[in-house]
Every structure is written in structure tokens, then in C-alpha cells.
């Protein structure tokens, strides 16, 4: 497969709606394709990334002479296994699906997949989560990923994914997660109404906390090891309501920043270093992102 040039704006492609072009914009179906478009970008010396839900990134305003590839089609299936009491997820499945099919089964402990916008790619690569509802660690079997140097499968076991807080062995690694699959727990039985009450308190406790404006990445900073929750330091540092451009951080939280107008990227940017460095002048703490700079933070890709 030889994809063709077509400057594609990648601005709806994420959720705070902020980017420049991509030089090649591809949906790869299957995984096939996915390796063919790969192999494509390995033999012009073309560099790419895969974007998911772009729920947790900001793209650069400058375009972007390489190739940005999306997951649809097969690569979004869900397959449950009655048997093996376990479920099988593609890269490009939507968590907030699986989270959703899963409450409506009855399933218990899952719920925190039902308001994580994002896709299981993403999830499993920064062990998404909530703070009290649990975590993809809690409930990850195995994943199936692609080395893109070599475009063979690995399979990865839990002990392999040496997940963290917001981290996993291959969150700064270029490799690709095509499918996991999740253990389906029933040691307190099924219950499909507690399930999805337990889902819709979650949902009203958050739209409660959470600016309405939905053009932002949703979380900025991840929480210190040891430390208090960054909106806790960012509010206290007054950056509630700062502004650079169209970029704000949101009234509501702290620790969220939206887009306001027709903010670049250069706007969100600057806001964070602003957020990082009053809290660290005020308390010592260095706070690190949780949003994904494209394309800056693929150098950090081994």
C-alpha cells in the first residue's frame, strides 16, 4: 500500500481541536495494512504516528511532513470469550465502549473504562485510570504489539508491561499495541443495574468536578509520586483562569486547560510551562505531563 500525499488537517482529529496538516493521513482496517503503511514509511524514510482518540494530546500547528495513521475497521473490534472469562479488545476500540458493554452485562470494577475517553491502545499504553475505580493493570490479561522496526508480533504478559502511575514498559517506545485482552472478574456475581448506576454516579461526580467546554485534553500533569493531586498545587499557584492566546485553564480544575477560540499550540504550551514552573518555584515539585506533545515527544521513542 503507497499512501498519497494529502495534507490532511488534523484539527478534528483531536479533542481540543488544535493542529496543522499531516503530509499523509491513513485509516489502516487491519493489521495488515497497518505493517504495509509501516514498511512504506521505513522505505521513504518517512516518520509517522499513530493517533488514537486524541484525547490526551497536543498536535503541533506546524505541519507535519510524515504520515499520521488511525485504527479503524477490524483494529475496533470487541470480542468477548464466555470461557476464558476474558476480553479481547483491538488497539482502536473505543474504552468508553468496552466500558459501557461491559456495565451492561453486569460486570462490577469496571467502571472507571466508561468515562475515560481514549482508545484501548492509548489505555493500555499509559495504564489509564481512575483515581479511586481502578486501573487497565487491575484487569489486563495479555496484549498483542507490534515492533515497527521489524513489523513483527510480540506478545506482551502482564509481568512484561511493567505498568505504573500513567506509565507502561512501552509508553516511550514506538511500538504498537494491536489488541489486549482483560480478565472479566464475577467474584461478586453480575449485577447489570448496580453496574450501570455505578457508572452513572461516576459520570455525574465528574461532570460535577469538570469544565463542560469539551475542547480540552482532559488531564495536563500527572500526580507527584508522594504528592497531593496536581490541580491541588496548580489551583494554589492561582492558575485558575490563566491565559496565553485562546488557551485557559478551566475555572472548574486546575490541572484541565481548554480551548477557548482558535488557540495553537504555542497557547496550551505556554500555559503549561507556566503551571510547572510556579509550582515548583512555590512547593519544589517538578509536575510532569500527562498530554502528549506531536510530533516533539516521538524523539523520546527509543
Known sequence: MFPKKNKYSLKSLNRIRIGGKASYYVVAINASILQEVIKFSSQKQIPFYILGAGSNVVISDEDFDGIVIRLGGELESIA?????????????????????????????GYTYMAVIPGT???????????TKEGEIKDHFVKARVLDPSTCEVVEYEWKDMGFGYRESAISNTGRIILQAAFRLKEESGRDVRQAMKNVQALLASRREKQPRNRRTFGSTFKRPPGGKPAGWYLERVGMKGMRVGNAMVAKEHANWILNIGEARSADVKAVIDIGQKRVFEEYGVMLSREVIYLPEDMEQWD
Open 80 to 108: 468477548f470469550d464466555a470461557k476464558q472469562a476474558c476480553v479481547t479488545a483491538r488497539a482502536g476500540a473505543s474504552l468508553m465502549n468496552l466500558g459501557f458493554r461491559l456495565a451492561r452485562l453486569g460486570y462490577l
Open 120 to 130: 484501548i491502545g492509548g489505555a493500555v499504553r499509559m495504564n489509564a485510570g481512575t
